[in-house]
T-cell receptor, first 113, second 114 residues
Framework: AQSVTQPDIHITVSEGASLELRCNYS??????LFWYVQSPGQGLQLLLK??????LVQGIKGFEAEFKRSQSSFNLRKPSVHWSDAAEYFC???????????FGQGTELSVKP | NAGVTQTPKFQVLKTGQSMTLQCAQD?????MYWYRQDPGMGLRLIYY???????DKGEVPNGYNVSRLNKREFSLRLESAAPSQTSVYFC?????????????FGDGTRLSIL
């Protein structure tokens, strides 16, 4: 069965520091992989997605993620965090058979001035 | 652009009452979704609709029904609300096939059932 694990419930980084949010998945075939961001009181916004091809994916707001099949990971990175990046981040894996994405539990990001 | 619009934004119900959550998108998307979000559990798919006239169950469909009224609108109905259905409900849509995931989310309906 599909599953997604985000090992870090909460991360705090200093503004200007680099960021890496971890995501590990379990799925039998090549998965569709997604990262979403949610600001307080709002819906989710799609940051980036991986379906096939180049394993380094560029997204919006300066984020990127790398698909590593050997490690079953799809970690999200940003070289320099801004205070406005404080939010909750969700990784998700999709199955070929329909829109049944499985979401991770989320990682809450706090940014120190 | 409005994107995905959900109504109402907040609602309090008593156990056993019924209600319908409304969702409309103005992007001409084929696929629409209903999710619920509970603390520490991420989002879980309730139902989705790959195209007008079709619906399919997601991970947690029990206690809910849906209607894809037309291409724009996808409603979620609770026939007899239970406290376990207290949650934040999100509607979403996507242009591509449903397996490629939702692109745009509404701002949510915060539902409390007493």
């Amino acid at each position: 069965a599909q599953s997604v694990t985000q090992p870090d419930i909460h991360i705090t980084v200093s503004e200007g520091a680099s960021l890496e949010l971890r995501c590990n998945y379990s799925y039998g075939a090549t998965p569709y992989l997604f990262w979403y961001v949610q600001s307080p009181g709002q819906g989710l916004q799609l940051l980036l997605k991986y379906f096939s091809g180049d394993t380094l994916v560029q997204g919006i707001k300066g984020f990127e993620a790398e698909f590593k099949r050997s490690q079953s990971s799809f970690n999200l990175r940003k070289p320099s965090v801004h205070w406005s990046d404080a939010a909750e981040y969700f990784c998700a894996v999709g199955a070929v058979e329909g829109g049944k994405l499985i979401f991770g539990q989320g990682t809450e990001l706090s940014v120190k001035p | 652009n409005a994107g995905v619009t959900q109504t109402p934004k907040f609602q309090v119900l008593k156990t056993g009452q019924s209600m319908t959550l409304q969702c409309a998108q103005d992007m001409n998307h084929n696929s629409m979704y209903w999710y619920r979000q509970d603390p520490g559990m991420g989002l879980r798919l309730i139902y989705y609709s790959a195209s007008e006239g079709t619906t399919d169950k997601g991970e947690v469909p029990n206690g809910y029904n849906v209607s894809r009224l037309n291409k724009r609108e996808f409603s979620l109905r609770l026939e007899s609300a239970a406290p376990s259905q207290t949650s934040v409900y999100f509607c979403a849509s996507s242009e591509a096939r449903a397996e490629r995931g939702p692109q745009h989310f509404g701002d949510g309906t915060r539902l409390s059932i007493l």
